[in-house]
C-alpha cells in the first residue's frame, strides 16, 4: 500500500502548498514544478499536473511568473514534442493576466514551445490559440497574440496564413493603444516569416498605418520596425515606403519618436544604402544632432562613427564635422559623453589630415572636460587615433593632457590613465618613457587610494614585461627601494606588492640579490598587516627561487613568523611554511 501511495506524495506536497497563504512556500512549490514531474511521471504529468496548474487561479503575480518560465522547458517532462500541445493551455491563461511580465514571460515560454512544435500540431493547436488570443475580449490576450504570430505562420496552412495575416491588420487598427503597440513592436518579427508578395500587400499596409498612429507610443516602436521592413524589401521598395516615413519621423512632434530615429538611424541607412543615406539620411541626421532634447542629441552622438562609416563621403563628413564640434561644448555633460565614446572611432574614417585639422582639437577639449565620464570615455580609445595620426604628433598634443589627467581629483580617471599607460609606453617608446612618463608611475605608488596602489603595481608589471627585465632592474627597482622605508604602513604595502609582482619577470637572481633582503626586513615590521603580507610574498618567492633559498632564507624566517602574536601572521605563515614542505618533498 505504501509503495501505491509514495508517488502521490509530491503532488500532494504541491497542491497543499500551491493553496497555502504562505507566497513563499507557493513560489518554491512552483519552483519545484521540474522536481515533481519527474517523480510523477510522464502520463500522471500530463493527466494531473498540466490540468491543475491550469485550474490554478492564484492571484500573485510573483507566482504567475515563476509558473510561466517554468513551463517554458517542460517539454522533456510530459513525454516530448509529440506531446507539447498539453502546455498550452496554461500558457494561454497566462497570456491573459494583467500584469505585463507575466504576460511577456507566457508568450516568450509559448515561443519556446512553438519552435520545437511539430508543423502540424502548430496547424491543429497553435494556429488557434493565437486566433483565440488575437480575438479576446480583453486587450491583454490581443497584447500578448501579437508576439505569436511569427512563430504560428510558418507551418500554417494557406487558408491560416490568409486569416492571420487578416488578424494583424486588425491589432494594428485596434482600439486599445496597448494593442496597437504590441503590433508595432512585433512587425519585424512577423514581416521576416510572411511571403514577398503579401509582405508588399499586406505588412507595409499596417506599417503605414501604425506610423500614422496618434499615439506617440505607437510611432516610436513602428520607428524599429522601419529598419527590420526595410531590410526585407528590395532597395527600391524600401526607398520609395520606408524613406518617407522616417524622414517624417525624424522631424516628428515628439521627442521620444526622434530618439528613436536618432537610434535606428544607421540601420535605416544600411537598408537604403550610401548613395541615398548621404543624399536624404545626413540632412534629416544633422537636425538630430542639433535637436532641442538633450535626450536626442545623446541619441544622435552615439552613433556618429557609425553613420560616417556608412556614408563615407567628403560632402558628408562636412555637414556632420561642423555638429560634432558643437557637440564637444553642449550644455549636456551626457552628450559631450556620447560623443567622446565614439568620436575616436571616426579617425581612421577621416584620414590623417582631418583628422589633425578638426578631431584633434575635439579630443583635447574632452579630455580637459570638467565632468569625468567624458575624460575617461575619450582616454579609454586613444589608440584609435594613434593609428592614423602618428604616436609623434599624439604625444606632443596629449602629453600635457596625460600628465594633468594622471592627479586627476577622480580617482576613476587616474586608474583609466595608468591602464592605459602601457599600451602608450609600448608606442612612444622606452626612452621617451623613461623621460617623460616614469617618475609619474612612481608617483602613483602613493596615491590616496588604494585601487590606484594597486593599479600602480600592476602597471610596472606589464611595463617590465613590455621593457625587458634589464631595463625594470636599472630604472624601476631602485626606484621603488627608495620608497620602502615610507613612514606610512599602506605605502609600505604597496612596496612589497609592487616587489611581488616584479619578481617572476625579473627572475630568480634579482629576487635573491635585491628584493628577499628587503622582504626579510620587513618581516620585523612593527605592523601585523606587513607582517603577514611579508609571509605571503615568501609563499610567492618560493616557486622562482633555489630551493637551497627556500630553505635556508625563507623558511627560517617563516618559522619565526609562525611564532608571531598575531593570528592572522600566524595563518598566513603556515600557509607558506606548507608550501616550502611540498616543494622539499618534491
Known amino acids: 500500500m505504501a509503495v501505491v501511495e509514495e508517488p502521490l506524495y509530491p503532488i500532494a506536497i504541491l497542491i497543499d502548498e500551491l493553496k497555502n497563504d504562505d507566497i513563499q512556500l507557493r513560489l518554491n512549490s512552483i519552483r519545484r514544478l521540474s522536481t515533481i514531474a519527474r517523480a510523477l ?25 515563476a509558473m510561466a518560465e517554468e513551463l517554458g522547458s517542460f517539454i522533456p517532462y510530459v513525454g516530448g514534442v509529440d506531446y507539447a500541445p498539453v502546455l498550452l493551455p496554461p500558457l494561454e491563461t ?21 519552435q520545437q512544435m511539430k508543423p502540424r500540431d502548430v496547424v491543429e493547436f497553435f494556429v488557434p490559440l493565437v486566433q483565440r488570443l488575437g480575438a479576446g475580449e480583453w486587450f491583454t490576450a490581443r497584447v500578448s497574440a501579437c508576439g505569436l504570430f511569427h512563430i504560428a505562420y510558418p507551418s500554417a496552412t494557406e487558408q491560416q496564413r490568409a486569416d492571420l495575416r487578416t488578424l494583424y491588420g486588425q491589432l494594428s487598427h485596434d482600439d486599445m493603444p496597448m494593442v496597437r503597440r504590441s503590433s508595432a513592436l512585433n512587425m519585424g518579427k512577423f514581416a521576416a516569416t510572411v511571403e514577398p508578395q503579401y509582405l508588399k500587400l499586406d505588412i507595409l499596409e499596417f506599417f503605414r498605418d501604425l506610423t500614422n498612429d496618434d499615439q506617440d507610443s505607437v510611432r516610436l516602436l513602428a520607428v524599429e520596425g522601419c529598419a527590420a521592413v526595410g531590410k526585407l524589401l528590395e532597395k527600391k521598395d524600401c526607398i520609395s515606403s520606408i524613406l518617407p516615413v522616417i524622414l517624417s519621423f525624424a522631424q516628428d512632434k515628439s521627442w521620444r519618436v526622434r530618439y528613436m530615429v536618432a537610434n535606428q538611424l544607421h540601420e535605416l ?117 594613434n593609428q592614423v595620426i602618428g604616436m609623434d604628433l599624439l604625444s606632443q598634443s596629449l602629453l600635457p593632457a596625460i600628465v594633468e589627467l594622471s592627479e586627476d581629483r577622480h580617482w576613476r580617471v587616474r586608474l583609466a590613465i595608468i591602464e592605459y599607460i602601457p599600451l602608450l609606453a609600448g608606442q612612444l617608446g622606452m626612452e621617451f618613457f623613461d623621460e617623460k612618463l616614469k617618475s609619474l608611475c612612481m608617483q602613483w605608488l602613493e596615491d590616496q587610494v588604494y585601487s590606484i596602489r594597486e593599479a600602480a603595481a600592476t602597471n610596472l608589471k606589464r611595463l617590465a614585461e613590455e621593457f625587458g627585465a634589464e631595463w625594470a632592474q636599472s630604472q624601476i627597482l631602485p626606484m621603488i627601494m627608495d620608497k620602502v622605508n615610507n613612514p606610512h604602513y599602506l605605502y609600505r604595502m604597496t612596496v612589497l606588492l609592487s616587489l611581488s609582482m616584479l619578481a617572476p619577470v625579473l627572475g630568480a637572481e634579482a629576487t635573491c640579490n635585491t628584493m628577499l633582503p628587503v622582504i626579510l626586513n620587513a618581516a620585523k615590521d612593527r605592523v ?59
Open 41 to 65: 511521471g510522464e502520463d500522471r504529468t500530463r493527466k494531473e499536473l498540466i490540468p491543475f496548474l491550469n485550474e490554478n487561479n492564484d492571484d500573485d503575480d510573483e507566482v504567475l511568473l
Open 528 to 586: 601585523p598587516n606587513i607582517r603577514f603580507n611579508v609571509a605571503k610574498m615568501l609563499q610567492s618567492f618560493i616557486p622562482i627561487v633555489e630551493p637551497s633559498v627556500v630553505e635556508q632564507t625563507i623558511r627560517p624566517c617563516l618559522l619565526e613568523l609562525n611564532e608571531d602574536p598575531d593570528p592572522d601572521v600566524r595563518y598566513f605563515a603556515n600557509q607558506a611554511l606548507q608550501a616550502c614542505d611540498k616543494v622539499m618533498v618534491g
Open 269 to 385: 541607412c544600411e537598408a537604403v544604402g550610401p548613395e541615398v543615406a548621404r543624399a536624404e539620411l545626413v540632412p534629416a541626421y544633422v537636425k538630430l544632432l542639433r535637436d532641442n532634447e538633450a535626450e536626442v542629441r545623446i541619441a544622435a552622438a552615439g552613433k556618429v562613427t557609425k553613420i560616417c562609416a556608412i556614408v563615407k563621403n567628403a560632402d558628408a563628413f562636412n555637414a556632420i564635422l561642423p555638429c560634432v564640434k558643437d557637440l564637444s561644448t553642449d550644455t549636456s555633460q551626457h552628450v559631450r559623453s556620447a560623443l567622446a565614446s565614439v568620436i575616436m572611432g571616426m579617425a581612421p574614417l577621416l584620414g590623417k589630415e582631418l583628422t589633425i585639422e578638426t578631431l584633434l582639437p575635439i579630443f583635447l577639449a574632452l579630455l580637459k572636460d570638467e565632468f569625468p565620464d567624458v575624460r575617461l570615455n575619450i582616454i579609454s580609445k586613444l589608440d584609435q587615433v
Open 94 to 114: 497566462l497570456c491573459t493576466v494583467e500584469e505585463t511580465v507575466v504576460r511577456d514571460k507566457a508568450v516568450e515560454s509559448l515561443c519556446k514551445i512553438g
